[in-house]
């Protein structure tokens, strides 16, 4: 009798489980709120140098009159944006519409400078941005992907923070502090009076945000059989796109930066007060020696469920027995270094690393830049944002019946060829090129869906949390490192996209040496994994995979 055989006894997938996953569902619907804010908060509006001192006050003048006789003209045709006239060229207004080559000659020759008195603002589109209200243009257009920068960095460094000490004081507690330190370091960002301040609270938003994802997948994973994994997994990933498309439509009503960041946060007060009911993972529980907690869940799920009698039939004797062998393979502690101790776990957590890394710089890499597609961003965002939903349904259909590495390894090599595709094709043909990275993004986030399930399932319970940490930090890695790419293109355009096509097929192949976890119950100690790594299968293993046969055999006879 294992683990699966306790929650089977008390309801593996009843009312409990439902509304249990529902509650750590819904937060995950603001989380790409968080992570693709920069889209809106940071769009970059039309610019160009305000106007001379003794212009501003003028009210003779037209602002055209004033643009016109301040600002030179682009080789596009359109004002320039960071530089202006050393003082104003009056014989542009005095001959305004004049097609004399004399005249026009005058102004080429005239001296510029830079916006000493600063910049004006088209703020037709959004009424306000960090841009407009720190002037990130110009000099200093370089900060805006360091913000970005800056977040990821926070998700990264809560990656490695929330991971660990999940595992060690538990992945309830952790994510109730997540929850709290989620809205207010937003509800902090959104009044934040200087760059700086703004920064260092998006940085520990993201720490949250590492807290919030590790945790809430966990207590999922671990509340669940392994039958409907795939499943819960799959509409898990579904709330996150339908957060892509809540964060259209909330940007698109609330113009201001700084109410769309206090909007996008509020949820996450609403998260804290409900996590005090969230129970903890009795695995974990009987892992760390408490066993007497364990069974107090497990009794309150079995009454959630209906179960009363069977649940009280649980004791913790039975707890102990059910689980003697994981409990004593395991140690009083574990650290990240377990994670690279023995053979199959070296190598599966390298190989996730690759993974992870390469799937969230693709995919950051085409997300975080809206603006460079030519259509207006509320509309391209929800396009990105809908384009994940047939991707995750066929991801969800292969994951099931072709199984999780092919998948992972075929996700990635089509995102990579897509997106070097897109090089071929002509600047021009603005539509072609969409498709194309639509098509991408897709891919990588069927990519992120499959991640997630893939690692829990790989990973045993004494050091999931601590495992998707780290390999969390891998992919918060490729998305700091994804905006800087961008700069690239300012000396050879072409360079970041080869960049971020190349990386995800490369990581195709490391993908394809992970082992495979269709139908495999979940390993609690590190002697599992190295027992499936060798090709050894434990008892219980056998046992839920025949259970998982016969059900299929059954089925399969009652549909034919």
């Known amino acids: 009798m294992g683990f699966a055989?306790?929650?089977?006894?008390?309801?593996?997938?009843?009312?409990?489980?439902?509304?249990?996953?529902?509650?750590l569902c819904l937060p995950i619907l603001m989380m790409a709120s968080q992570n693709i804010l920069q889209n809106f908060v940071a769009a970059v509006p039309p610019h160009f140098c305000s106007a001379h001192t003794n212009l501003s006050a003028s009210t003779r003048m037209s602002a055209a009159e004033k643009l016109h006789i301040t600002v030179p003209i682009d080789a596009n045709g359109s004002p320039e944006k960071c530089r202006r006239y050393e003082s104003p060229q009056w014989h542009l207004l005095a001959n305004n519409g004049s097609t004399n080559p004399e005249v026009w000659e005058d102004s080429e020759q005239a001296a510029l400078r830079g916006c000493d008195d600063g910049w004006t603002y088209d703020e037709r589109e959004r009424s306000s941005s960090i841009i407009s209200e720190?002037?990130?243009?110009?000099?200093?257009?370089?900060?805006?992907?360091?913000?970005?920068?800056?977040?990821?960095?926070?998700?990264?460094?809560?990656?490695?923070?929330?991971?660990a000490l999940a595992d060690r004081f538990g992945r309830r507690v952790l994510l109730t502090m997540s929850y709290l330190l989620m809205a207010v370091s937003g509800t902090c960002a959104a009044f934040s009076p200087t760059f700086s301040l703004f920064c260092l609270f998006r940085f520990m938003c993201g720490m949250a945000l590492s807290g919030v994802v590790l945790n809430s997948f966990s207590l999922i994973v671990e509340w669940i059989p392994t039958r409907v994994r795939t499943v819960i997994g799959t509409g898990t990933g579904y709330c996150y796109t339908m957060g892509q498309l809540i964060l259209a439509l909330v940007a698109y009503f609330i113009r201001d930066w700084r109410w769309l960041t206090f909007a996008v946060s509020l949820p996450f007060y609403v998260a804290f007060l409900y996590s005090w009911w969230l129970l903890e993972s009795?695995?974990?529980?009987?892992?760390?020696?408490?066993?007497?907690?364990?069974?107090?869940?497990?009794?309150l799920v079995a009454r959630y469920n209906g179960r009363r009698a069977d649940g009280e039939r649980i004791d913790v004797e039975m707890v102990k027995s059910s689980m003697k062998k994981e409990m004593s393979g395991c140690k009083s502690s574990y650290t990240t270094l377990d994670l690279f101790r023995t053979p199959t776990m070296r190598k599966m957590t390298l190989c996730l690393c690759a993974v992870w890394f390469s799937t969230s710089f693709a995919y950051y890499g085409l997300s975080m830049d809206l603006q460079k597609f030519g259509v207006d961003i509320y509309l391209i965002q929800v396009i990105f944002g809908a384009a994940d939903i047939p991707a995750k349904v066929i991801i969800n259909i292969t994951m099931s019946y072709c199984g999780r590495r092919l998948s992972q390894c075929g996700g990635l090599v089509l995102a990579g060829i897509t997106i070097l595709s897109n090089l071929l094709v002509p600047y021009d043909k603005q539509m072609l090129r969409t498709c194309l990275a639509v098509?991408?993004?897709?891919?990588?986030?069927?990519?992120?869906?499959?991640?997630?399930?893939?690692?829990?399932?790989?990973?045993?319970?004494?050091?999931?949390?601590?495992?998707?940490?780290?390999?969390?930090?891998?992919?918060?890695?490729?998305?700091m490192v994804a905006p800087l790419v961008l700069l690239l293109g300012e000396y050879v355009t072409w360079l970041p996209g080869l960049i971020y096509g190349l990386v995800p097929v490369l990581s195709g192949v490391a993908a394809f040496l992970l082992p495979e976890t269709l139908n495999i119950p979940l390993p609690d100690t590190i002697q599992d994994v190295e027992d499936r790594g060798t090709g050894?299968?434990?008892?219980?293993?056998?046992?839920?995979?025949?259970?998982?046969?016969?059900?299929?055999?059954?089925?399969?006879?009652?549909?034919?």
């Open 5 to 23: 055989d306790l929650l089977e006894q008390v309801g593996s997938t009843g009312r409990f489980q439902v509304v249990h996953t529902t509650l």
């Open 134 to 163: 720190w002037h990130l243009v110009c000099s200093l257009r370089s900060l805006k992907s360091m913000g970005q920068t800056v977040y990821m960095g926070g998700v990264l460094v809560g990656a490695g923070v929330f991971g």
């Open 282 to 299: 009795s695995r974990w529980l009987v892992l760390k020696n408490k066993p007497e907690q364990a069974v107090e869940n497990l009794r």
């Open 439 to 479: 098509l991408g993004k897709g891919c990588l986030a069927a990519s992120f869906n499959c991640c997630y399930l893939y690692s829990g399932e790989l990973y045993p319970t004494i050091l999931r949390q601590s495992g998707l940490g780290w390999v969390s930090m891998m992919a918060r890695l490729g998305a």
């Open 536 to 560: 050894r299968i434990s008892k219980t293993e056998k046992k839920e995979a025949i259970f998982l046969q016969d059900n299929a055999d059954n089925l399969l006879k009652q549909t034919s």
